[in-house]
């Protein structure tokens, strides 16, 4: 198994830093490209996954238009990394996520979700994607 | 002294994430495994400190039934950390720590409480363990 | 360029936790010695932005004299900070900004504001420092 060196903690760190800046901002071919190529994305507790990339980039274009006239940012903090190394040499995830969204004109954000990540990473020598993740609301 | 080296840094910084992991999950018992069997928990500014690990599980359990009835996940979330070398070896953690919670069936979570936190922690070989910790409430 | 590599991003995350304890303890001194001494702070998108260390020590007093009723703790939270190298051999550091803010009195935070900061970082052997700041409020 992959052994989680603090290089390794760093580096997801890092990775999962991108990630949100890509998806709080807009860029949607950056966020789905921390994906892997075959990923699955259990986003929602009633619905199916979103499979694949452009079915992730489907599913964050559906939330941008459903979401278009709310006058929100929202970013998305991702912390409390626990890192445990899988037998197939890809790495668990687990992590909790707030996304703070502060409304067009009104100056206190509200946070809306916290949630509980669990991810499974992939590694292949300086590339990090994310192959699989399931949100649990609070 | 020992050094605070970037790879000290992250380890810390995982430790902290399966430390919150633990507790927030009520897996106690990896929760006091993160101590010292002598730690020292000052958690509360009116009563006395938790004592070895014995006492700061029984602390956290007399914390779980106090609060059974809240119907609250609780997470916590501890960050910016800053470490400096103590003269015997052992490390300083000073750190912000918020706990986020979401009363069941409410959607919006509120904070509470936001602290800081004055640990003592001690590394030995590939073992963090903490030693003490202070906490003061905004 | 100057490599992005896991060492220096637990460095960074260190700087950082450094800078926002010695602001939120009101060490100015302290925090006035993370930027460099030819440093531009664009801290307001009205006004003009400070310069030099003596300028953002100004503007950090006349901060603290203009909320000295406030009776509020505040503490800073940056996260999900971004690295990218720049081609002078400095760090374009790219990170998410909250202030958490405790009245005295009461129990119940609330955040104010989130920001977007835009960094750029010298890096100097060991020595990290802030040569500018760029806030984008929410």
Chains 1, 2, 3 share one sequence.
Request: proline share 6%.
């Amino acid at each position: 198994m992959r052994q989680v060196t603090p290089e390794l903690y760093a580096r997801v760190q890092h990775f999962y830093a991108r990630q949100t800046h890509a998806l709080d901002s807009g860029n949607f071919k950056e966020y789905v490209d921390t994906f892997t190529e075959d990923a699955i994305f259990h986003h929602s507790p009633d619905g199916p996954p979103a499979r694949t990339r452009a079915g992730i980039l489907a599913a964050a274009e559906a939330h941008r238009e459903a979401t278009k006239d709310d006058r929100v940012t929202r970013r998305h903090y991702f912390n409390q990394i626990v890192l445990t190394p899988l037998p197939d040499d890809s790495i668990r995830a687990t992590l909790y996520a707030l996304v703070v969204r502060t409304r067009h004109g009104e100056k206190v954000p509200d946070i809306w979700p916290s949630c509980l990540l669990e991810d499974v990473l992939t590694v292949d020598g300086d590339e990090i994607l994310l192959r699989s993740r399931h949100i649990s609301y609070d």
